[in-house]
């Protein structure tokens, strides 16, 4: 079943369409990923399933049922907000529990099943506390728990990992993962952060200038960017522009190449170019090398078993044809 | 490849004002305390002396013969406070402060969550002039100026007889307590013009908090399920009580020491300000006078108590 429908959504705020013409159809059960740089419209999508925005046009489905004009305290839709939003005059344990006290729960079964919440997000016994007495990483899994105590049929997460340190939001992109394995919850996932975007969502919605540029799971977006927009911004693929992908015997078009992809020297099979070294840096498991090449900035990740080439050295490097992904346009 | 260069240590300025910066600098605490020095003496023996000063005559009685001010450490001043007379003023008085303070933060609310929530730019300046602008002419044009408007021949009763609710003036007057002959001199012109005068400090204080509530709070209740009244009931008040607590000390106080606008606006029966008034002036009751001054401290002081007991400061 089809949990969230977008059919031609625009929300427009004067002249500016911060969501202009969206489709989209969200599966129950899925992990989807709406990923965009700021002001893509992303979170006004977010915001729009949410119900605290309403669209200028356009029809949404949550479940089959028309959202339009339904305010957002009639929709089992529930939001872990980017700064959490938590109350900060109640609780842990009454945060947790609001939901629950305003449809009229019973003191002691919200209270239990509140606790069980805590529980589920990994902080028991921290109910009693105030949210100005917990770190950011304990903010964010109270506010986990305040939507999910709900059994919300969607979950809305609108960058809920952005505030938090490398090591924490690594963690809790693999806890939200299983979370929503074991939970059956439909969750949407705003970001601007591709990595995390590609790591866990089951698709992905490429967000630029309030329209989608790519739906797809996360390798189709990766390795077939179908625009020069998404490879930009998915991952670090080169860009090559049009003259330089038909000198190396291909059609007209901009194509996207992975780094990861090119190598050192030559080999049966592969296209092979020469450039003039502009920057190397050592990383570890790879020397990341930029060469100049017919007018191109390319970018190389080559294996550290071979030492960086010095700045100013003209290098060969290869590729196999399949790697070369060709997109939409000239320009 | 530019190196760089020049000296890692400045030269300071020379002279008494360069090293006067360098040392206060280095002796934060000195600098602190020569700038509270001056206003905690002023605070403490000006204000805090007269206070005191205040509370010591409350402890002295005065002889009903000579009319001298008896120094002898008595509570015979305070059991006149009980008297009916003297006690009908006070409970009089605390009443109109709680009336007005009520009245004030049911009308200063929208007020004050229309300017923290939608005003901007324009309508926020709109907003402040708006609410200010009284604070800037005299108190006594203003409450003669409302003597005019809530008189007998005033706008008011022009107005309500244009609109043909000149019977439901006269109703509301024919009340026992609350009415009179005119708005002018009854209680009800009394309390529409402590609302009138006082409204700023009730406005600013909720807005001030208001302020400071974010929006996705508001937000965040609706998504959980939350109707606009549940939010307002359990965040948006909550979060605004520290405001409403504020703008209510203002109001409460200042009714509660209020002499002039009862003395024009309103019956002729006395408040604690006049009552105040008269005792030290007029009758030459300093201790008498002190002991009614206490009241409204006192009163504050339990209300404060109460306030705080109840949570009303916990969102600070």
């Not at chain 1, 805590?118 to 028991?124: D, E, S």
């Not at chain 1, 809305?156 to 952005?162: K, S």
């Not at chain 1, 080999?267 to 990341?288: D, I, M, Y």
């Not at chain 1, 030492?307 to 399949?322: C, D, H, K, N, R």
């Amino acid at each position: 079943m089809t949990a969230v429908l977008f059919q031609q959504v625009s929300r427009h705020f004067g002249a500016v369409r911060a969501v202009d013409s969206v489709d989209l159809a969200i599966a129950e059960g899925e992990f989807f990923a709406m990923l965009g740089p700021s002001g893509s419209g992303k979170t006004t999508c977010l915001r729009l399933m949410a119900g605290f925005e309403q669209p200028t046009g356009g029809h949404i489905e949550i479940f089959g049922e028309t959202a339009e004009g339904v305010p957002p305290y009639r929709r089992n839709v529930n939001t872990v907000f980017q700064d959490y939003a938590l109350f900060p005059h109640l609780s842990i344990l009454e945060n947790v529990a609001y939901g629950l006290m305003v449809k009229g729960v019973a003191k002691a079964e919200r209270l239990k099943a509140a606790e069980e919440a805590l529980a589920m997000v990994k902080l028991p016994g921290y109910g009693t506390r105030r949210p100005g007495q917990l770190s950011g990483g304990q903010r964010q899994r109270v506010a986990l728990a305040r939507a999910l105590v709900n059994r919300p049929r969607v979950l809305l997460l609108d960058e809920p990992l952005g505030a938090l340190d490398l090591k924490l939001r690594e963690q809790m992109q693999e806890e939200l993962k299983s979370l929503q394995k074991s939970l059956g919850i439909t969750f949407v996932f705003v970001t601007h952060d591709q990595g995390e975007a590609l790591s866990m969502a089951d698709r992905i919605a490429v967000f630029s200038d309030g329209k989608i540029q790519q739906l797809g799971t996360p390798e189709d977006v990766y390795k077939r960017p179908k625009t020069r927009f998404v490879a930009d911004f998915v991952g670090s693929s080169n860009v090559l522009p049009p003259d330089f992908v038909e000198g190396l015997g291909f059609g007209k078009h901009y194509a996207s190449l992975r780094p990861e992809a090119i190598d050192l020297g030559d080999g049966p099979g592969r296209k092979q170019f020469s450039g003039r070294v502009t920057a190397a840096s050592f990383l570890g498991a790879a020397n990341r090398v930029t060469v100049e090449a017919n007018g191109a900035r390319v970018a190389a990740m080559l294996s550290a078993s071979i030492s960086v080439p010095a700045q100013g050295e003209t290098i060969t490097l290869s590729f196999l044809p399949q790697d070369l992904h060709m997109m939409d346009g000239t320009q | 490849m530019s190196t760089v260069s020049g000296t890692s240590i400045l030269t300071g300025r020379q002279g008494l004002s360069g090293r006067l910066s360098d040392f206060f600098w280095r002796n934060p605490k000195i600098l602190l305390l020569l700038m509270l020095t001056p206003p905690l003496l002023w605070l403490g023996v000006i204000y805090l002396g007269a206070l005191f000063a205040l509370l010591l005559q409350s402890f002295f009685s005065i002889d009903d013969f000579s009319g001298l001010i008896n120094y002898e450490f008595t509570f015979a001043t305070y059991k006149q406070l009980l008297i009916p007379s003297n006690f009908d003023i006070i409970l009089r008085t605390v009443l109109m402060a709680v009336l007005v303070t009520l009245a004030s933060a049911i009308i200063a609310f929208p007020i004050a969550y229309y300017a923290a929530r939608y005003a901007r730019g324009k309508w926020k300046v709109i907003f402040y002039l708006g609410v200010m602008l009284p604070l800037w002419s005299s108190y006594l044009v203003k409450i003669y100026a409302w003597k005019l408007i809530l008189a007998k021949e005033g706008i008011l009763t022009w107005f309500l007889a244009k609109l043909n609710l000149l019977w439901l003036l006269d109703a509301w007057l024919a009340l026992p307590v609350v009415g009179g002959t005119s708005l002018s001199i009854s209680y009800t012109g009394t309390f529409i013009v402590f609302i009138y005068v006082w409204m700023p400090f009730m406005i600013l204080p909720i807005q001030a908090s208001l302020e400071r509530v974010q929006g996705n709070l508001i937000e965040a209740s609706a998504d959980l399920g939350g109707k606009p009244s549940q939010t307002f009931r359990y965040v948006l008040f909550p979060l605004a009580l520290p405001g409403i607590i504020a703008g209510s000390i203002f109001t409460f106080s200042l009714t509660l020491g209020d002499y002039i606008i009862p003395q024009i606006i309103g019956s002729s029966r006395l408040f604690i300000g006049q009552a105040v008034y008269a005792q030290q002036g007029t009758a030459g009751n300093i201790p008498l006078a002190a002991a009614f001054s206490i009241v409204p401290i006192v009163i504050m002081g339990l209300y404060l108590w109460m306030a705080k007991r109840q949570g009303a400061f916990d969102a600070l």
